[in-house]
């Protein structure tokens, strides 16, 4: 109850919102309905996933300029009820279709969630195919990163960091690029963004992934809100890596972070007059080299690199 009586939900509508989508997981099937994605959600219509999370959304992955793979949340479920992302609701299943109309699902076990709005599609070892990058959290641990993938056309787990190891502490991916320039990307995350974050950034290896390198001092959440995108990749400096913006902890403070040498280092730093709300679009001919985030009043706040002009 912590986390909604701070984001100014009354205990009652707390116990209310658990009735009600108690039984809401309780007539949802268990798995994705098994008729192909209509037509509209392959062309960007905006929906979402009919029996999915009430606030999920798509992840798509494109081939040669057309989408050919789409992933989503699915059964709905209550039992893990940290409410960090603004309901008790959580997703016990993974889905993946491909264009064709072949879909893969995966369902978990009762002790696990996935704590998460939306799937990310990456090809994170360079064979072609997109994995699946999931925040997964288990009832007694807290969470976890975790990818997925397609083998021998079932849908498996590949890989995962530890769990925090307490319930009910949470981590918020916070970019997918290659920061270190080893050739595959790496996945960045801020741990326990509420509570004294520490951005983290790991590679796979195996069926593991390993951290690479972190820095204390971040938040890319506010507790009890649906935003979950506060960071954006930017090639700031004048090296080819892609580097990450990423609030401080108190999300006044914008910091940059990146590869140097082969050690992570803040790049730059910048006051920001009110907390930091969400990712905003890119401005129009520089989505490589600048950023745009809103802030919690209607400003926005818009970065270029110094070397801008480097890749236009």
Not at 1 to 23: H, K
Not at 46 to 69: H, N
Not at 150 to 155: I, P, T
Request: glycine share 10%; charged share 20%.
């Amino acid at each position: 109850m912590r986390s909604f009586l701070g984001s100014g939900i009354s205990a009652f509508g707390y116990l209310a919102s658990l009735i009600v989508f108690n039984l809401l997981a309780a007539v949802l099937p268990a798995s994705a309905n098994d008729a192909p994605l209509p037509k509209a959600v392959w062309e960007g219509s905006g929906q979402t996933p009919e029996t999915g999370l009430p606030d999920g959304e798509f992840a798509f992955y494109e081939v040669g300029g057309k989408t050919k793979i789409a992933a989503w949340y699915g059964s709905p479920t209550t039992r893990y009820r940290h409410g960090i992302l603004g309901d008790a609701i959580e997703a016990g299943s993974l889905h993946v279709e491909y264009r064709d109309g072949r879909r893969l699902s995966l369902t978990l076990p009762s002790t696990e969630v996935f704590e998460d709005r939306t799937p990310r599609l990456a090809d994170m070892d360079g064979d072609g195919r997109p994995e699946v990058i999931t925040i997964r959290s288990y009832v007694k641990a807290g969470a976890s990163v975790a990818i997925f993938g397609v083998r021998d056309e079932k849908l498996v787990e590949l890989a995962s960091t530890a769990a925090i190891g307490r319930p009910n502490r949470w981590l918020n991916i916070a970019g997918i690029a290659d920061y270190a320039g080893h050739g595959t990307p790496q996945i960045s995350y801020v741990e326990t963004p509420h509570i004294g974050g520490t951005l983290y950034f790991v590679k796979w290896q195996g069926s593991k992934l390993i951290p690479i390198a972190s820095m204390p001092g971040f938040s890319n959440h506010k507790i009890g809100s649906r935003n979950q995108n506060l960071s954006a990749d930017i090639f700031y400096n004048d090296d080819s890596l892609p580097d990450l913006g990423v609030p401080s902890d108190s999300r006044r403070t914008l910091k940059i972070i990146g590869f140097a040498n082969g050690q992570l280092e803040e790049l730059d730093r910048f006051s920001l007059p009110n907390a930091v709300k969400s990712r905003a679009d890119h401005q129009a001919g520089n989505q490589n080299n600048c950023l745009r985030l809103k802030l919690e009043s209607v400003e926005v706040f818009d970065l270029c690199s110094p070397h801008s002009a480097r890749g236009k």
